[in-house]
């Protein structure tokens, strides 16, 4: 739970800038691609931080506490500093790429520490640290929201640096390795190429791309909908921020769910029914806009299936990878994940701006369909008899 913790307090950082579009839009007449590049920027940064550690087997060759506290230091300089030096979106982007690359040496190793405290209830404990991991992105919505919106962006983003620096106190000083973490793995690059050409790693981990490919737009753009619709009905912009606040926030309640029901269902069933639930989601709710009550209640649904799964498909990799390299996985498998959300980050407003929202986000359904067909054909694989003690 102290992990967990430090995870959630550590990614607030991630959405510090996305939540604030709108103040940004103000002071630096951001337009429509420097608002997707205040997210974009940041999963780039995670990409080639993620892909370095990956082929430096950095995971698994360094003690995975002490990653994460160098990262979630990193992690809190760069964003602490736009506030203090970035005077327009150029500056910012720039350290917005740094703070995602600092980020990569936080998630993929904390999900490796879970696997070392863990074993039949592996899908929960992976399950609560991601959902930390939802609230932690979601807490910028509710800063921005409980400051009134316009115009303490500086506040909150110190804010978000503020709680990154004691996740990395937390993790340098308390946090620990668990008793079935394999011994320190020598070096071997080609481990970053493992869960591509072994056939269940990969599955598995096709399965976490088409999530991947949903995920972040949602996380980034949704808001973004709620904002418009309740304005074009005369409602709060405050109360649209709550709601994008309890949209993502739901997430740490329904990762935790799922892990529980992954480790005595299956992970490939309650992967299959999340993606289909988040999918129907996709293909209905920008045609919602005109009716912001239930578009609403369609985005916290979307919200809670949305990432419901996200902790098992990394639960599988660290059951179906080689064992003394699970960090290398886990950290291939989110930098290829991550690299794909910048297509449907970018793709999201030009859709909306053109043939409207509901277009827009339907075309996320296509990620949960190319997951679940996946997740379905590990299941039928000998190999799937190893996640979660026998439940495929």
Request: proline share 5%; glycine share 12%.
């Amino acid at each position: 739970m102290l992990l967990a913790g430090a995870e959630l307090l550590a990614m607030g950082v991630w959405f510090s800038a996305s939540a604030l579009v709108p103040q940004l839009e103000v002071e630096w007449n951001l337009n429509a691609s420097g608002a997707a590049w205040m997210t974009m920027s940041v999963q780039l940064g995670f990409v080639v931080g993620a892909v370095l550690s990956a082929f430096g087997n950095l995971p698994d060759r360094w003690p995975a506490p002490r990653v994460i506290a160098v990262g979630a230091l990193g992690a809190a300089v760069s964003n602490g500093l736009i506030p203090l030096v970035a005077s327009a979106a150029g500056g910012a982007i720039g350290l917005r790429f740094l703070t995602g690359a600092f980020l990569a040496l936080v998630y993929p190793p904390g999900m490796k520490i879970v696997a070392s405290w863990t074993r039949l209830d592996r899908g929960l404990w992976i399950g609560v640290l991601v959902g930390a991991l939802a609230v932690g992105s979601a807490a910028p919505h509710l800063l921005n929201a409980v400051g009134g919106g316009l115009p303490p962006w500086r506040s909150v983003m110190w804010a978000t640096s503020a709680c990154s620096v004691v996740a990395a106190i937390l993790c340098f000083g308390f946090v620990r390795m668990g008793p079935h973490v394999a011994r320190s793995a020598p070096f071997d690059w080609t481990q970053a190429l493992a869960g591509l050409t072994h056939r269940p790693t990969r599955l598995a981990n096709f399965g976490y791309f088409g999530h991947m490919w949903e995920l972040y737009a949602v996380w980034a753009w949704v808001p973004v909908l709620l904002l418009e619709s309740y304005a074009a009905a005369g409602w709060s912009p405050g109360a649209a921020r709550l709601a994008a606040f309890f949209m993502m926030a739901s997430g740490g309640i329904s990762c935790a769910l799922a892990g529980r029901w992954a480790d005595r269902w299956g992970r490939t069933r309650v992967t299959s029914a999340a993606m289909v639930l988040s999918g129907a989601c996709a293909l209905v709710a920008g045609f919602l806009f005109a009716a912001p009550g239930l578009l609403t209640a369609v985005a916290m649904v979307w919200g809670f299936a949305v990432i419901a799964d996200s902790a098992q498909f990394s639960a599988a990799v660290s059951e179906l990878a080689d064992r003394r390299y699970v960090g290398t996985a886990l950290t291939v498998q989110t930098s290829i994940g991550f690299l794909l959300t910048l297509v449907t980050l970018r793709l999201t407003p030009v859709l909306a701006e053109g043939p409207g929202w509901g277009i827009a986000l339907a075309v996320l359904a296509l990620g949960p369909l190319f997951g679940t067909a996946s997740m379905l054909r590990l299941r039928r694989l000998p190999a799937a008899a190893r996640m979660a003690g026998g439940n495929r």
